[in-house]
Every structure is written in C-alpha cells, then in structure tokens.
C-alpha cells in the first residue's frame, strides 16, 4: 500500500519503520523542520541534547525493545539520580523511602501513610478502576491531609493549573505505579533513535518530508484514495493514512464539525528553557518545587545524570512548565520570561546569577499534556475515524499513560498490526 503518516515524531516514526517493514510504500509529513516531535533535539557542545527533559524507566519495554532493535542497546545506560523537594523555602532530600520518611515539614504519622498509600499504588495492578475517582480526594484519605497538602497538591496545581482538583486518580496512579527509581538514557542523546528509525525507512524506500504542514485531510469515494494537501499547496494520494497529530489538529484536517467530539480534547501547553551554564545550581537531578507561589513546576539538571563533559563541560539545567496557551508563562517573550524567573532560581541557590548562564534555549508546544479528568477514557476517539481509509494514532489516545515517549513507541506498533496488517490491510 500507499501509506500517508502525518507527524515524524514516536508515533509516526516507529509506525513508518514497522510499515516498511512489511513492504509498504510509506511518506512522512512532518510540520517542523525536524524530527522527533516532543522528543526533538539541539546540540549542546557538539552532542544532542533533548529539547524537553527525557528519559526511560525500566518498565518501559517497548522503547527499550526498539533501541535494541536498532542497534543502540549498548548505549542505553540506567543511573540512579537523586531527587529532590524545594517546600517552605528549603530543600529536602526525596530520593529515597528512607528519605521520604524523614521528610520533616509534615508529622510522622503522615509520612508513614504516605509511604504505605505510595506502595498501595505500586500494587493496584489495574489503575483505570481509579478513572472515576478525583487524585485530589484519593491522596487526601490515603495518604492523609497535611501530606496531601504539602505533597500531591502543589504537583497537581503545579502541572494543571486551576484543573487539579479534576485531575482524575488513574493519572496519578500511572506517574507512581508505572515508574522505577532507575532512569535509562541513551548515550548520545535519544535523537540518534529517531535519526536511526528514519535512516532505517529511507534505506527501504521510505520518504519523509519535512516542513510539510498537513492541513487537508480528504476521502471522497470510502473505497477510494485518501487526499492529503499541505499548508503550501502540495498534494498526495495514499491508499491508506496514518494521522499522529493532536485531536483538533486532525478535527481541522479532516473538516469536521464544531460538535464533533475531536474538538473537545483539553491540552496544555509546554514550555522549556535549556540553561547552558558553568557551574552547576541544584544538587539534584530532579526537583519538584512545592512552593505554590513559583512559575515554574520542576527543574532538571540533567548533568546530575549525564557528565558534563558530554556537553562541553556546560551544566545543563531544565526549567519546564505546562501552561495553558494564554498564559503570561506562554506567551511572553522568552528573554523577558528568563529574567521573570531568574529570582526564583536564586530561592533554589542563593548564589545563582544570570552571569552563571552561558547559553540558553527555548522550546514550547501548544498541546503538549492532555488534562485527564473522571470520565477521560469514555471521551478517548476510536483510532478508526469517519474517513475509513484513516487511522488516528495521537497522545490523547494513551491512557491512564498519557503521554512519553515508551507509549508513543507502543501505540504505533498496536495501531501497525491491528489497522494495516489485518484483513489485507484494510482497516478492522
């Protein structure tokens, strides 16, 4: 078959190396000028360097399984990084149980039923029983208040904003069940994953077109070709299409209604500054600030992982957010928003000074987290659509795991095998 995918990023890139695979002619169209969506890169010192903090846990098979496939299994490394939690004005240790429970800034009591109500959520083997239920009342009765309070609920209202207290508790369920202490990174950066998965489609005969802004979606004749037009004019013809992009991306594509539910997906925003700096400011990889007046949610230092000498001897720090798109932290421009939080950083370090700052990158993306309330999965598309020749294969669709790049990589290989191997490859 012709096979159109719209998007290069996980998705589009591991659907378009398992489709060549079995000998169908495949195109990507990708809107950016470069690979990898989300997981995107630059070059820091000469070495790639993700554009949005990104790792792998050692669960998540299905990414580790396709860097072996590709031959980058050697360069996969796991690490055991430190965590941490700015709250009341300090850092406290968070890496560890042990350190967990000696988190002083609520009692004992409470910090025990944290740690029981956390291992409670390592046992529920299927978390989407938890989809009608709030994470907000959920920690609040298991884990207690004050550990609510000074934990989960500046996390929530760091990552949703005013939505937290709809957060449904199958997504908290996913961030703790789901994850491993150990973290997994590719020497070199994960771009060599996806400069290899395109290397890989192109070596079959593969294309992929950068710059290619899809914004035409069309099939007339249900049996007939699937028309795809660009931003800039050009047209394709595919017997089959594979559409990566977010729900009212693909809503606009295709033409649909205003009622029709694709418009209905909520996302936030992200933004993300990489700091090249010469000195490192935190003593951890990760920190989660819990102080509810911070405009920002975490930083990562990422060469408290990785060495800075892969990176030109530059300590790289990771200032993220997720925002909604007309928030003042979206819309500002990124040197006066560096400056906004520079006093912020130097609460985490007194010392800190822009002076520090070599260098710095900025990255954001208008749907970047979907919002997962109680009721979520009743509101999930199918990835068969109206236009019987496309499939949708979007983040929206991964659930109570809604987003990274292990469940992009999963999608792609389930949608592959269910919608373009079956019944002569004819959607089931």
Not at 231 to 257: C, H, M, N, W
């Amino acid at each position: 078959m012709r096979v159109g995918i719209v998007g290069a990023g996980a998705t589009g890139l591991t659907a378009g190396f398992e489709l060549v695979k079995d000998g169908h002619e495949v195109t990507l169209l990708e809107a950016e000028p470069e690979l990898g969506g989300l997981a995107a890169s630059i070059s820091v010192g000469g070495t790639p360097l993700e554009r949005y903090y990104h790792h792998v846990f050692a669960g998540d098979t299905a990414m580790i399984s396709l860097i072996e496939e590709l031959g980058l299994g050697p360069r996969l490394r796991f690490h055991s990084p430190t965590t941490g939690i700015f709250y009341d004005g300090r850092l406290h240790d968070f890496t560890s149980p042990l350190q967990m429970l000696r988190f002083t800034p609520i009692p004992l009591l409470d910090r025990l039923r944290f740690g029981m109500s956390s291992v409670l959520l390592k046992l529920i083997r299927d978390g989407e029983r938890l989809g009608d239920r709030r994470a907000i009342e959920w920690t609040r009765r298991w884990a207690g208040r004050r550990a609510s309070e000074v934990i989960w609920e500046p996390l929530l209202a760091g990552k949703f904003g005013d939505r937290a207290d709809e957060v449904s508790m199958a997504w908290l369920w996913a961030r703790v069940n789901c994850r491993t202490f150990k973290l997994g990174y590719v020497d070199g950066g994960f771009d060599q994953v996806y400069t290899r998965l395109a290397e890989r489609i192109s070596a079959a005969g593969g294309k992929i077109e950068l710059g290619a802004r899809v914004d035409g979606i069309r099939q007339a004749d249900p049996a007939g070709p699937v028309e795809v037009t660009t931003r800039e004019g050009t047209r394709y013809s595919f017997d089959r299409v594979l559409a990566t992009v977010p729900q009212s991306t693909f809503a606009k594509a295709i033409g649909a209604e205003p009622d029709d539910p694709l418009w209905a997906a909520g996302y936030l925003g992200a933004t993300c500054f990489i700091l090249e700096l010469d000195r490192s400011v935190i003593p951890y990889y990760w920190l989660n600030v819990n102080d509810p007046d911070f405009p920002f949610l975490a930083v990562v230092e990422h060469t408290r992982m990785i060495p800075p000498s892969e990176y030109g001897g530059r300590h790289i720090l990771y200032v993220g957010n997720y925002v909604p798109r007309d928030d003042w932290r979206y819309t500002t421009a990124p040197e006066r928003l560096l400056e906004r939080f520079a006093p912020y950083l130097r609460r985490l370090n007194p010392d800190f000074e822009l002076s520090w700052v070599r260098r710095w990158h900025y990255s954001r993306a208008p749907f970047a987290q979907p919002i997962v309330t109680p009721g979520y999965r009743d509101r999930i598309p199918a990835h068969r659509t109206p236009l019987p020749g496309v499939v949708l294969a979007t983040m929206s669709q991964i659930y109570p795991q809604d987003r990274g790049q292990n469940y992009a990589v999963q999608m792609a290989r389930d949608v592959v095998h269910r919608y373009f191997r079956r019944s002569g490859g004819r959607p089931d």
